[in-house]
């Protein structure tokens, strides 16, 4: 299972649509779920706005927070996106092989199997999170909570008996700030989280669109080996 994470505290200011960019990434196969970190996690904003329309064109949850629940937010909502994207899945099997396409439609018996075998394939399955982060001025004070909340969320992916794995990027980078930045490979290490956004430079542009598409390409292996320039983690050119 694969999906991407965004986390941003604006809205989009250059560059693609980030509603049209999450909607390529879900006809691709990508679920893309959003965090808002917001002043005011209960306003309605134009930030939280666009939180709430980006995760709905990717297929995914959205949540509007506070910086210092973000950490459980992360867990709770991985989670949650991890057993939505099981039924999904057992609900096509259902239909293909009983002709029924939800679960409680089923006989007790045969829904208790399903439910055993979902909790099951919760723990076991191969999970892979592309963090998509805003690091633009707005959120240069937040990064450091967002450091520990990756943190704290690759500890607890390391819980599950299936393998778990992360990535990290963050936006703006290059030389015009129109794109996004790998800041780690993906990994289950969690030593590799520390001092994560040390070498980040924050600034205005928030390119969120072009951000998620960069991050598809990455997540869908349509560029094998990203060359990397002088800023760290941009991607220059593609090596395939």
């Known amino acids: 299972m694969k999906q991407i994470l965004l986390l941003t505290d604006g809205c989009s200011n250059c560059g693609m649509?980030?509603?049209?960019?999450?909607?390529?990434?879900?006809?691709?196969?990508?679920?893309?779920?959003?965090?808002?970190?917001?002043d005011d996690e209960h306003g309605e904003s134009e930030g939280?706005?666009?939180?709430?329309?980006?995760?709905?064109?990717?297929?995914?949850?959205?949540?509007?927070?506070h910086v210092r629940r973000l950490s459980q937010t992360m867990q709770m909502m991985t989670q949650q996106t991890v057993a939505h994207t099981i039924q999904q899945v057992v609900n096509r099997q259902l239909q293909q092989v009983f002709g029924q396409p939800q679960m409680e439609q089923l006989a007790p018996q045969?829904?208790?199997a399903v439910v055993q075998v979902m909790d099951e394939l919760q723990e076991t399955s191969g999970l892979r999170i592309a963090l998509l982060v805003d690091s633009s001025l707005s959120m240069k004070a937040k990064l450091k909570t967002v450091q520990e909340a990756i943190a704290d969320l690759l500890l607890n992916l390391r819980a599950r008996r299936g393998k778990s794995e992360i990535c990290v990027f963050h936006f703006p980078a290059g030389s015009d700030g129109?794109?996004?930045?790998?800041?780690?490979?993906?990994?289950?290490?969690?030593?590799?989280?520390q001092r994560l956004f040390a070498d980040v430079q924050s600034r205005g542009v928030t390119p969120t669109g072009n951000a998620l598409l960069q991050?598809?390409?990455?997540?869908?292996?349509?560029?094998?080996?990203?060359?990397?320039?002088?800023?760290?983690?941009?991607?220059?050119?593609?090596v395939v």
């Not at 129109?178 to 989280?193: E, P």
């Not at 990455?218 to 983690?233: D, F, I, K």
């Open 17 to 38: 649509n980030p509603v049209a960019a999450a909607a390529q990434a879900y006809s691709d196969g990508i679920t893309v779920n959003v965090i808002g970190i917001l």
């Open 48 to 65: 939280a706005r666009e939180v709430a329309e980006i995760a709905a064109a990717g297929g995914g949850m959205s949540r509007n927070v």
């Open 110 to 112: 045969k829904k208790a």
């Open 178 to 193: 129109q794109g996004a930045g790998l800041l780690l490979d993906w990994t289950s290490d969690l030593a590799a989280v």
């Open 215 to 238: 991050v598809l390409d990455y997540v869908l292996a349509r560029r094998v080996q990203p060359a990397v320039n002088e800023e760290r983690g941009l991607w220059s050119e593609y």
